[in-house]
């Protein structure tokens, strides 16, 4: 089946791509940030199997250590805006009283699309990575909210809740042990397809100058130096691209696997 | 109709006031200290205390946000701290650029996208379908600012054909200044070609299994016409709804578009001010940003209503 195939695909790409940022010492075949002007621009050759970039670098250890930075800043940011959005989502959900307000700002917050909402925060915070994972983390937050809140709504009015009323269960254990737990797995497809948005994101912003400053050699970084190199040295700037495509691709096949065997319902027609 | 009418219009100014704040705070509370980065190093403390009493940087905060408002609903956004001039006038001009980018772009974008979606909607499972899916979900992932130095490096350092960067000199409506325009609103467009197709897709499917367009098959009425007039146009709602989440999107993209292309718009202009802590000009373009984005939301609401009588507001 189509949806097998692609989540098994999908769950590859991430995986591997994840295993080469954790081994990236074992990996690598130089230091990321050893500079060598001698051989700067040169296509792939011995020793330099994606070439160098316009410091000598080595362009294939650069993107291997750039795993990690830009895994760590996705992950942190999912993370950050897991750990927010959810509590807003089941109190919002929960507490008719206090949905109505919290809804509103959540609206307004959605109204804008994750990276206006990231740049405006990157505006106040000034460019980084911290500032940057913050940033996005905030921007992510409340499309969970608003999913969390939706299952929620749903599943509080369940007979498993009254009773579990009528038991004498007090509200926290009645949203964190059962509505909570159902939440889950829409939340599962969820996060793995905002993670394919947090991952171009972060690239995106490093790219503007707004995310991992130089020398780190975070992807979207370099693209941006690569750039304007574009003419004489393609493969600077083309090789990051690559693994960039690579992982969102990989984070879209595993969501959109996840999402059919996970939950049907929620497929458009496919 | 006009009652819902009123009442959108009457939130519009409520968000932008939400939005305000929101910018004022945002640029206010944020670690740096305009006087001083405007000073200049070496300035003594008098210099920057006359500077900070010119910006009005020393009232309170609630005070300088009142006086902002006010400046704001005269037309006056303030000058530009790193370049002196009118943030208004700046604002316009880049409005307007942004504008007529995401007009071309939008306009390419439904040209393909719903077409290629209806296509993979009738012939589904076909070769067609299978292409337009794997397709659309790698212009999904595809990073943008790649796809615009790509189609850069192809088309105008290699072919030589159009133009590297810029806008060039005469207007964009023309057919010199139109050639600045392909790459942008081409590369802008693209992600929308992919998602639009998928969704098209997916709601002609949904639509082509209803009963009344069994019905009119039976009634004998030709395939093209079951097709465009009666599925097509059911579905052009959902449709619609993603068209305007969509532009939302792109204007996203406009930052990294005008950026990769150098075209003088909103998303450059606010990617430039926030890098440079340009204080005034950032506000303005998240503002301006807001207010285009609220106006296309209204917009899309308003069309609606025309696309399906059944709708009274």
């Known amino acids: ?270 | 109709m006009s009652a819902y009418l009123i009442r959108r219009l009457i939130q519009i100014p409520i968000v932008l006031v939400g939005i305000t704040l929101l910018t004022f705070l945002v640029v206010h509370l944020s670690p740096g200290d305009p006087a001083a980065i405007m000073a200049g190093p070496g300035s003594s403390p008098e210099d920057v205390a006359n500077i900070r009493h010119q910006l009005g940087l020393d009232k309170s905060l609630p005070q300088q946000y009142l006086d902002y408002m006010g400046r704001i609903l005269r037309g006056d956004f303030g000058r530009s701290l790193i370049r002196g001039v009118s943030v208004a006038e700046d604002l316009k001009y880049a409005f307007v650029n942004t504008f007529n980018l995401v007009v071309v772009a939008r306009i390419w974008s439904l040209i393909v996208a719903i077409p290629l979606g209806v296509i993979a909607a009738v012939r589904q499972n076909s070769i067609w379908d299978r292409l337009c899916m794997a397709g659309s979900l790698l212009g999904l992932s595809l990073p943008t600012f790649w796809v615009g130095l790509i189609l850069m490096s192809i088309f105008s350092l290699r072919l030589g054909w159009l133009p590297l960067s810029g806008m060039g000199e005469s207007s964009m409506w023309t057919l010199d200044g139109l050639k600045y325009a392909i790459l942008p609103a081409f590369t802008l467009g693209a992600p929308q070609v992919a998602s639009l197709a998928r969704l098209t897709r997916s709601t002609m499917l949904e639509v082509l299994r209803q009963d009344y367009i069994r019905t009119a098959r039976a009634k004998g009425l030709s395939e093209r016409i079951v097709i465009y007039k009666h599925a097509l146009k059911n579905a052009s709602l959902p449709i619609t709804t993603i068209i305007g989440m969509q532009t939302g999107y792109m204007l996203a993209g406009t930052v990294v578009i005008e950026s990769v292309f150098a075209w003088p718009g909103l998303g450059r202009l606010s990617v430039l001010s926030i890098l440079a802590r340009d204080f005034p000009l950032i506000q303005g373009t998240i503002l301006v940003i807001a207010l285009f984005f609220v106006l296309v939301n209204l917009a899309v609401d308003l069309t609606y209503s025309w696309l399906d009588p059944r709708i009274k507001y």
């Open chain 1, 1 to 270: 089946m189509v949806a097998n195939k692609g989540l098994m695909v999908g769950l590859v790409v991430v995986v591997a791509i994840g295993l080469t940022g954790v081994f990236a010492p074992w990996l690598a075949p130089h230091d990321p940030y050893k500079i060598n002007s001698g051989i700067a621009f040169s296509l792939p050759r011995s020793g330099y199997p994606l070439g160098t970039d316009e410091l000598g670098r080595c362009i294939l250890s650069r993107m291997i250590y750039g795993t990690r930075i830009t895994f760590t800043v996705g992950i942190a940011a999912l993370v950050l805006a897991l750990v927010t959005g959810i509590p807003i989502g089941l109190i919002s959900g929960y507490y008719r009283r206090l949905d109505n307000i919290i809804m509103r700002f959540i609206d307004v917050l959605m109204a804008f699309p994750g990276i206006l909402l990231a740049i405006a925060i990157v505006a106040a915070l000034g460019p980084g990575l911290v500032n940057t994972t913050i940033a996005i983390g905030i921007g992510t937050m409340p499309a969970f909210a608003r999913l969390v809140r939706g299952s929620v709504l749903s599943l509080r009015e369940a007979d498993y809740v009254e009773s579990a009323r009528a038991l004498g269960a007090g509200d926290i254990r009645i949203i964190g042990q059962h509505i909570f737990t159902n939440c889950v797995p829409p939340l599962i497809v969820y996060s793995t397809l905002q993670m394919a948005w947090v991952l171009l994101t972060v690239s995106t912003l490093s790219f503007l100058g707004m995310g991992a400053q130089p020398p780190l050699s975070e992807w979207g970084a370099m693209v941006s130096t690569g750039r304007t190199y574009i003419r004489l040295a393609p493969h600077i700037a083309s090789f990051p691209c690559i693994f960039i495509l690579l992982s969102v691709l990989g984070f879209n096949l595993l969501g959109d696997g996840l999402r059919d065997v996970l939950d049907p319902r929620l497929r458009g027609s496919d």
